[in-house]
């Protein structure tokens, strides 16, 4: 199907609610159970953004309700003032630190404690928008076949500057949607921060290990098999590129490099998977 087919009907009016009105009724007047959305944020020496990041995600409860948000930190070891920032934050978050191990081992920590229906990603520098879980969330809950959620995101500065309001037009990416096993076998166009997943998927795709290059690209994968890809218009997520995040600002021989670590996985989505109907 294509692209106006499944996001025409999603709108920020649809999506919005008033404080308060924790229910949502679809159009034929039936009301839908909001879901727990766990919000998984992997940190690593994030002392100058960190706190941002955090309030960003508890300012969801000002339209998704706060009970229903399960906000997880994990800190990879940080070696800068990152844990002192986050510990005001004991009573409001699940605060986790363990021994540096990488991302991989980060994420996998990360969904291994999230308790929701719905699993989000939030870097520990970047952050959100007002309402991006909210109208996530109410998509899905109304979509039950939809297995993945995704919108775009502008592109920051260090200081928060917008230096450009889309991720997809600036890198020239599909927004597929539906059956996106096709555009996936091509590259993952997926903007994670932007995506949300059902956590029934969870057995799925974790824990990630070999071949798994990228955590992301693997788990979009695995949520495709099972269902369908929801777009969702509009940039709720700052995608922050300020040098030391690691896919922003890649030169042609640092590409190259992540290139050839890809091709193991690449491998695997051309050999050992089902590409029925594809």
């Not at 719905?118 to 309402?131: E, H, K, Q, T």
């Not at 695995?222 to 922003?248: F, K, Q, T, W």
Request: proline share 6%; aromatic share 8%; charged share 25%.
């Amino acid at each position: 199907r294509c692209l106006s087919d499944w996001s025409s009907d999603v709108c920020s009016s649809d999506l919005r609610p008033g404080r308060g009105d924790w229910h949502r009724r679809d159009r034929r007047g039936l009301v839908t159970e909001l879901p727990l959305v766990s919000v998984l944020m992997p940190v690593y020496n994030h002392e100058r953004f960190v706190v941002e990041a955090i309030e960003s995600a508890l300012a969801q409860g000002l339209d998704h309700p706060p009970e229903l948000l399960d906000i997880v930190l994990v800190d990879d070891g940080s070696t800068d003032a990152t844990p002192e920032l986050v510990a005001p934050y004991a009573d409001r978050i699940r605060a986790i630190r363990k021994p540096n191990g990488g991302a991989l081992s980060t994420v996998n920590r990360l969904l291994e404690e999230a308790r929701g229906e719905l699993v989000c990603f939030l870097a520990g520098d970047d952050f959100w928008r007002p309402g991006k879980v909210a109208r996530q969330a109410r998509a899905m809950a109304e979509r039950p076949w939809v297995t993945l959620s995704y919108g775009d995101s502008a592109i920051v500065d260090g200081d928060g500057h917008v230096e450009h309001e889309s991720y997809y037009e600036l890198h020239g990416l599909t927004r597929a949607v539906g059956d996106i096993r096709g555009p996936l076998l091509e590259k993952n166009f997926v903007c994670a921060p932007t995506a949300m997943v059902r956590a029934s998927l969870r057995e799925r795709f974790w824990p990630i290990g070999p071949p798994a290059v990228w955590e992301d690209w693997w788990m979009w994968w695995h949520a495709a098999e099972e269902g369908e890809a929801l777009y969702i218009p509009g940039a709720d997520v700052c995608y922050r590129s300020h040098g030391a995040n690691m896919s922003a600002g890649l030169d042609a021989a640092e590409q190259q490099r992540f290139t050839a670590r890809e091709l193991p996985f690449r491998r695997w989505l051309l050999c050992e998977t089902d590409h029925a109907g594809i």
